[in-house]
T-cell receptor
């Protein structure tokens, strides 16, 4: 049973560039959430996708956008990168209606902005 | 004020010790509560859910006090493998799957 996968594992970009991160959910899951984790902090919710639509959004600027595909995989796009965007980006998948709404996390993409 | 607050630690304890982590949350509309564990440079993994009646899983005991908006995690007989960051997590009614994390408490168990 494949868990949540993310690509790439590491990425280095410069200020002003754009980046796309990818996530494949755990088999059988239909919902994907994205989180940003800065060093020494807990993950912060960016947004959640279900049925190819953004269902919820955290307190992140419009530079952060996403997409969900018919196969439930998802992308996170960040435009006009800032130094402060350097973080671990985590994708989590879940199944609507499951008990406790348990979310399974992928290994993350570590983004460094120089 | 942060929605979920934890003592960042680090907690340095010897093997076999009992250690307790505390967490407070600000929104009384909180619905579900969890403890996640995160190893260094890895993803968070669900350790246990927290129920109003309190719950235990082996050496781990979680408790919830809704009146005080307080959650705790007790680890008995600490092992070296318990060394990790422990994240307190809450979710709210009508907010679907949004997990709100505390900043985490780092635990280091020494021989």
């Amino acid at each position: 049973d494949a868990g949540v996968t993310q690509s790439p594992t590491h990425l280095i970009k410069t200020r002003g560039q754009q980046v796309t991160l990818r996530c494949s959910p755990k088999s059988g899951h239909d919902t994907v959430s994205w989180y940003q984790q800065a060093l020494g902090q807990g993950p912060q919710f960016i947004f959640q996708y279900y049925e190819e639509e953004e269902r919820q959004r955290g307190n992140f600027p419009d530079r952060f956008s996403g997409h969900q595909f018919p196969n439930y995989s998802s992308e996170l796009n960040v435009n006009a990168l800032l130094l402060g965007d350097s973080a671990l980006y985590l994708c989590a998948s879940s199944l609507v209606g499951q008990q406790n709404n348990e979310q399974f996390f992928g290994p993350g993409t570590r983004l460094t902005v120089l | 004020r942060k929605e979920v607050e934890q003592d960042p630690g680090p907690f340095n304890v010897p093997e076999g010790a009992t250690v307790a982590f505390n967490c407070t949350y600000s929104n009384s509309a909180s619905q579900s509560f969890f403890w996640y564990r995160q190893d260094c440079r890895k993803e968070p993994k669900l350790l246990m859910s927290v129920y109003s009646s309190g719950n235990e899983d082996g050496r781990f005991t979680a408790q919830l006090n809704r009146a005080s908006q307080y959650i705790s995690l007790l680890i008995r007989d600490s092992k070296l493998s318990d060394s990790a960051t422990y994240l307190c997590v809450v979710t709210y009614y009508n907010q679907g799957g949004k997990l709100i994390f505390g900043q985490g408490t780092e635990l280091s168990v020494k021989p």
